[in-house]
């Protein structure tokens, strides 16, 4: 496909001839070059798309999005996703050229986000321009995008947020959020399944304030997309019940501006821009093929593009003077008098309502309130016990009866992952019978859509949890590695965590699932054992901030230890400890996780009763145990005990660590059955009997 293009409106060198349109021009194709350029240094990145959407983007920021480049923390800011993260350059040359100011500790200071020698090292080592945008990486970036689809998601999440705020802390005269998500997407987001399901939600949930805006040039990696995707996408989106636009030429600027005009003026629908571009356009070669998208266009391509483009043919990452006035003067000015009005706005309603804004700066300044966890029950002992399912309900109860924006849902699974809160309303339009202040979420049977819609949320500084049977963290281990990559506090609650779900077989029975989240850099994981260290470990992880936390929890009753006989609960809380002991250096130490704890309890009882020394040690985190101090780690493990046995109904994928050359396993080699749980555990060895019997193995 070759496509013709007119003469430029400008050239570089003609400013003062030109006015405003010739400076929008100028700006868009900064943009443009800027973006081929920083492919071209680094030999490796996607410049068509980039160069495609330059006036899509450059409109957008410099005419119509709410934003302040001097303070890219402004809680009302509009957001700007660029789900399509491939085309990094152009959300890079936008801030940039945008002046965003560099934020460090949390604090906006007066350097920039970007320089010009930043560009010059985009996709370099330790460089601020790596291959895809990284939030808290580099500010003005407000996700981490680059997996297709998942911006998309996270733009869900942030209009939900956004409600949500509104709803609880908008008052009469104080209209304290009222920004819009912007988002832009691709074929390749199109074809991606999270995004079917996040657009589904977002028209369920008739989200007024999110906008799409799809760049369909038909180009992928393989070709035109019409290999693959034929598809009406349009429909699709009307039938998901958006307001369905269409942009019938990227460059067409003023149409832009009316079709965005129209998007804010929808308050029941969120809009999709359907926006047709040519990838690359203005390269005489490469423009509408796949050669350029995800390659360099090559020197040559790039000085006649930048000769079609009336631009200086061998300067590279060239800023015509006037471009970053010009942005500072339309974006710069128009944000900074809405965040002055805010401010102050701001200021007014700590007088008017004093509760709700510190509840607001507690939010904005990731604090937890005074006595947030002063209801966390405290369980008896039981032998009949509590499914950890179900305490961790309670617990989470009781926590956000004093944290506010604690909040979530499940995918259709609320019964069963016990994750409802009490005595509040569901989050849902006025139409469906619910409320947008409203704290129990309903995803559906949409984990993808789930695990990214929550990232979404977390970044606007609530505390999200979402639910699921743990064999189904499957469907969402893309979202999952992006709050860790992003340090967002998710919590994900996963129930049903072993061959405990019984009947519903190997279908339903995770195996590997622990293995993957444990694999994840940044993760951390909880398998607690009983009731009290589930009440331990929702104190550990709502005071954790700094990532996501993913609870394992059993479907069966897991007895409640007496800890008068055992050690406290609070042990729980560095990971692993000492359970029970004996008087003298233990022979055997058996090691545990989950509903196996109780198991390893009755084998320990035995030994000691039998005059075998033996240890209890209960590990529901490795990541949190591996994080405390060596002296502390032999201590609960001394490496000169090699008797040990590890039990959980799980992968041993990994357990060789704590079990050590000589020490047993007992874990699952394949996958589970349909039976009751009871049969279960006799089949698979994990009975008192069968840990008794590898513990004198090791005893000699």
Same mark, same amino acid.
């Given at each position: 496909?070759?496509?013709?293009?007119?003469?430029?409106?400008?050239?570089?060198?003609?400013?003062?001839?030109?006015?405003?349109?010739?400076?929008?021009?100028? *700006?868009?194709?900064?943009?443009?070059?800027?973006?081929?350029?920083?492919?071209?240094?680094?030999?490796?990145?996607?410049?068509?798309?980039?160069?495609?959407?330059?006036?899509?983007?450059?409109?957008?920021?410099?005419?119509?999005?709410?934003?302040?480049?001097?303070?890219?923390?402004?809680?009302?800011?509009?957001?700007?996703?660029?789900?399509?993260?491939?085309?990094?350059?152009?959300?890079?040359?936008?801030?940039?050229?945008?002046?965003?100011?560099?934020?460090?500790?949390?604090?906006?200071?007066?350097?920039?986000?970007?320089?010009?020698?930043?560009? @010059?090292?985009?996709?370099?080592?330790?460089?601020?321009?790596?291959?895809?945008?990284?939030?808290?990486?580099?500010?003005?970036?407000?996700?981490?995008?680059?997996?297709?689809?998942?911006? *998309?998601?996270?733009?869900?999440?942030?209009?939900?947020?956004?409600?949500?705020?509104?709803?609880?802390?908008?008052?009469?005269?104080?209209?304290?959020?009222?920004?819009?998500?912007?988002?832009?997407?691709?074929?390749?987001?199109?074809?991606?399944?999270?995004?079917? @399901?996040?657009?589904?939600?977002?028209?369920?949930?008739?989200?007024?304030?999110?906008?799409?805006?799809?760049?369909?040039?038909?180009?992928?990696?393989?070709?035109?997309?019409?290999?693959?995707?034929?598809?009406?996408?349009?429909?699709?989106?009307?039938?998901?019940?958006?307001?369905?636009?269409?942009?019938?030429?990227?460059?067409?600027?003023?149409?832009?501006?009316?079709?965005?005009?129209?998007?804010?003026?929808?308050?029941?629908?969120?809009?999709?821009?359907?926006?047709?571009?040519?990838?690359?356009?203005?390269?005489?070669?490469?423009?509408?093929?796949?050669?350029?998208?995800?390659?360099?266009?090559?020197?040559?391509?790039?000085?006649?593009?930048?000769?079609?483009?009336?631009?200086?043919?061998?300067?590279?990452?060239?800023?015509?003077?006037?471009?970053?006035?010009?942005?500072?003067?339309?974006?710069?000015?128009?944000?900074?008098?809405?965040?002055?009005?805010?401010?102050?706005?701001?200021?007014?309603?700590?007088?008017?309502?004093?509760?709700?804004?510190?509840?607001?700066?507690?939010?904005?300044?990731?604090?937890?309130?005074?006595?947030?966890?002063?209801?966390?029950?405290?369980?008896?002992?039981? @032998?009949?016990?509590?499914?950890?399912?179900?305490?961790?309900?309670?617990?989470?109860?009781?926590? !956000?009866?004093?944290?506010?924006?604690?909040?979530?849902?499940?995918?259709?699974?609320?019964?069963?992952?016990?994750?409802?809160?009490?005595?509040?309303?569901?989050?849902?339009?006025?139409?469906?019978?619910?409320?947008?202040?409203?704290?129990?979420?309903?995803?559906?049977?949409?984990?993808?859509?789930?695990?990214?819609?929550?990232?979404?949320? !977390?970044?606007?500084?609530?505390?999200?949890?979402?639910?699921?049977?743990?064999?189904?963290?499957?469907?969402?281990?893309?979202?999952?590695?992006?709050? !860790?990559?992003?340090?967002?506090?998710?919590?994900?609650?996963?129930?049903?965590?072993?061959?405990?779900?019984?009947?519903?077989?190997?279908?339903?029975?995770?195996?590997?699932?622990?293995?993957?989240?444990?694999?994840?850099?940044?993760?951390?994981?909880?398998?607690?054992?009983?009731?009290?260290?589930?009440?331990?470990?929702?104190?550990?992880?709502?005071?954790?901030?700094?990532?996501?936390? !993913?609870?394992?929890?059993?479907?069966?009753?897991?007895?409640?230890?007496?800890?008068?006989?055992?050690?406290?609960?609070?042990?729980?809380?560095?990971?692993?400890?000492?359970?029970?002991?004996?008087?003298?250096?233990?022979?055997?130490?058996?090691?545990?996780?989950?509903?196996?704890?109780?198991?390893?309890?009755?084998?320990?009882?035995?030994?000691?009763?039998?005059?075998?020394?033996?240890?209890?040690?209960?590990?529901?985190?490795?990541?949190?145990?591996?994080?405390?101090?060596?002296?502390?780690?032999?201590?609960?493990?001394?490496?000169?005990?090699?008797?040990?046995?590890?039990?959980?109904?799980?992968?041993?994928?990994?357990?060789?660590?704590?079990?050590?050359?000589?020490?047993?396993?007992?874990?699952?080699?394949?996958?589970?059955?349909?039976?009751?749980?009871?049969?279960?555990?006799?089949?698979?060895?994990?009975?008192?009997?069968?840990?008794?019997?590898?513990?004198?193995?090791?005893?000699?």
């Amino acid at each position: 496909m070759r496509a013709s293009f007119p003469t430029p409106l400008r050239a570089p060198n003609g400013l003062e001839a030109g006015g405003t349109a010739n400076l929008d021009n100028l *700006c868009i194709n900064t943009i443009r070059t800027l973006s081929m350029d920083g492919v071209q240094k680094a030999n490796s990145g996607h410049p068509g798309t980039a160069m495609a959407l330059a006036p899509v983007a450059y409109t957008l920021w410099q005419d119509v999005l709410n934003y302040d480049p001097a303070d890219p923390l402004w809680p009302n800011r509009d957001r700007f996703v660029l789900s399509i993260g491939h085309a990094s350059m152009l959300i890079y040359s936008l801030i940039y050229l945008a002046g965003v100011r560099q934020v460090k500790n949390g604090k906006v200071t007066n350097e920039p986000s970007l320089t010009i020698a930043d560009l @010059e090292q985009f996709r370099q080592l330790d460089s601020k321009t790596p291959g895809h945008p990284e939030y808290g990486h580099t500010t003005g970036v407000e996700t981490t995008t680059g997996p297709l689809g998942q911006g *998309c998601g996270n733009s869900v999440g942030m209009a939900m947020a956004e409600k949500w705020l509104a709803a609880r802390f908008n008052k009469p005269g104080f209209e304290l959020f009222n920004h819009h998500v912007y988002t832009l997407c691709g074929d390749g987001d199109m074809m991606e399944g999270i995004s079917s @399901e996040a657009a589904s939600t977002a028209g369920h949930l008739k989200l007024g304030n999110l906008v799409w805006m799809y760049d369909a040039n038909r180009i992928s990696i393989e070709g035109s997309t019409d290999i693959a995707l034929t598809e009406d996408v349009a429909a699709r989106f009307a039938a998901y019940g958006w307001q369905v636009l269409v942009l019938k030429d990227a460059n067409d600027t003023a149409a832009l501006k009316d079709l965005l005009a129209q998007a804010k003026a929808e308050t029941e629908r969120p809009t999709f821009i359907l926006v047709h571009s040519v990838i690359a356009w203005g390269a005489p070669h490469k423009a509408g093929t796949a050669a350029a998208h995800g390659e360099p266009l090559g020197a040559e391509e790039i000085r006649e593009t930048k000769k079609a483009y009336g631009w200086p043919e061998d300067q590279s990452f060239y800023v015509p003077d006037g471009v970053q006035t010009h942005m500072q003067d339309g974006m710069g000015t128009r944000g900074a008098k809405a965040r002055a009005a805010w401010e102050k706005l701001f200021a007014e309603y700590h007088t008017a309502h004093p509760e709700l804004a510190a509840e607001l700066d507690a939010i904005l300044g990731g604090k937890l309130p005074e006595g947030w966890d002063a209801q966390i029950p405290v369980y008896e002992a039981s @032998e009949k016990g509590i499914a950890s399912r179900a305490s961790s309900g309670e617990v989470l109860n009781a926590v !956000a009866g004093r944290l506010p924006w604690l909040l979530g849902g499940s995918a259709d699974l609320a019964p069963s992952t016990k994750t409802n809160l009490k005595g509040e309303e569901s989050f849902q339009p006025a139409a469906w019978g619910g409320s947008y202040g409203g704290r129990n979420f309903h995803f559906g049977v949409r984990e993808h859509a789930m695990g990214a819609i929550v990232n979404g949320m !977390a970044l606007y500084g609530l505390r999200p949890f979402c639910a699921g049977f743990l064999i189904f963290s499957d469907y969402m281990k893309a979202p999952i590695r992006l709050s !860790a990559l992003m340090h967002q506090p998710v919590t994900y609650i996963f129930t049903h965590d072993s061959i405990g779900v019984g009947e519903d077989g190997p279908t339903h029975q995770p195996i590997e699932q622990l293995v993957q989240l444990r694999a994840t850099p940044g993760m951390t994981i909880f398998r607690p054992g009983d009731a009290n260290e589930v009440a331990e470990v929702w104190r550990y992880l709502i005071a954790k901030q700094d990532g996501p936390v !993913a609870l394992a929890l059993s479907r069966q009753n897991l007895p409640t230890l007496d800890r008068t006989r055992f050690a406290p609960a609070s042990g729980a809380a560095k990971g692993g400890y000492i359970l029970a002991d004996s008087k003298e250096t233990p022979k055997v130490i058996l090691i545990a996780s989950g509903s196996e704890l109780s198991v390893a309890v009755s084998a320990y009882e035995a030994l000691t009763k039998d005059g075998i020394p033996a240890r209890v040690v209960s590990l529901p985190s490795w990541e949190v145990f591996e994080s405390q101090p060596q002296s502390y780690r032999d201590t609960v493990l001394p490496p000169s005990v090699t008797g040990r046995v590890t039990i959980e109904a799980g992968s041993p994928i990994g357990w060789d660590r704590y079990a050590g050359p000589t020490g047993e396993i007992i874990a699952m080699r394949g996958f589970g059955a349909s039976a009751p749980a009871g049969q279960l555990a006799k089949k698979f060895g994990f009975t008192p009997e069968a840990v008794l019997d590898a513990a004198r193995r090791q005893v000699g």
